[in-house]
């Protein structure tokens, strides 16, 4: 892989991270008896499962076939990996299912069990991306230009519904270096609607510490914005 060049996985993948240590610490920590606290902790991971179960289609629906146009059989290891994945999803689907259900004296067990299941699956998803953005970013950096690669990544975006779309804004502008960050918020300045943009920027504001949003704000200095 070749960090000079476009990287396709990296700013999602930092969301994915973010978003799985929540969920996992908040599952480690739950008391079961507090109602305050179950339902926010279910909720954390059932809004995690959904969102590994669309990342996972879309890397299916649009890198797996970019792989495989140019460089046949690159794409075979985490495509298995996504056959697991969704095994797992499903498995642990069933076990948030199951301790919602449970009367109060069966949830500490079944949220214990629910919590090392979450933990295997963070496991194996660290590894998965890794290989990802090591192996496969190599192979998709040999086989493509980034201009097509920028290309690809573009068509993914726009197949994302605005809701999907601002669930992951609001997990990946916190968790991205102050650069990435605003490279992200000027690549939506000048290339979606204004109100796409105002909407991104209100996200950045609710969940950025008062920092991150200054240097945010000094990044981007007066920019236009597609209308």
Same mark, same amino acid.
């Given at each position: 892989?070749? #960090? ?17 240590? &929540? ?5 480690g920590r739950l008391d079961v008896g507090d109602s305050s606290e179950f ?21 299916? *629906? ?17 495509? &298995? ?7 797992q999803l499903e498995s642990l689907g069933s076990a948030l299912c199951a ?24 496991? &194996? ?20 230009? &980034? ?14 519904? #605005?809701? *999907? ?38 996200l950045a504001r609710q969940n950025l510490a008062p920092r991150d949003w ?14």
């Open positions: 892989m070749n #960090p000079t060049r476009f990287d396709m996985y990296a700013f999602i993948h930092k969301a994915l991270r973010a978003q799985m240590a &929540d969920a996992l610490v908040a599952m339902e926010p902790a279910l909720a954390r991971v059932r809004t995690l499962l959904a969102a590994c179960a669309s990342h996972l289609r879309h890397e299916n *629906e649009f890198i797996h076939p970019a792989l495989e146009e140019r460089m046949p059989g690159a794409a075979i290891a985490a495509a &298995d990996d996504h056959v697991h994945h969704v095994a301790l919602q259900a449970a009367p109060l004296a069966e949830r500490p067990a079944r949220a214990h069990a629910l919590y090392l299941k979450l933990a295997a699956f963070v496991a &194996d998803n660290l590894q998965h991306m890794q290989l990802e953005e090591c192996d496969n970013n190599a192979a998709l950096q040999a086989a493509y230009t &980034d201009e097509e690669l920028i290309t690809i990544h573009d068509r993914l975006v726009a197949a994302i519904p #605005p809701q *999907e779309m601002a669930a992951t804004l609001r997990w990946m502008l916190p968790n991205l270096a102050a650069p990435e960050r605003a490279t992200l918020l000027g690549g939506i300045a000048l290339s979606a609607p204004r109100e796409v943009f105002d909407g991104a920027l209100v200054l240097k945010l704000m000094m990044a981007l200095g007066p920019m236009p914005v597609a209308a």
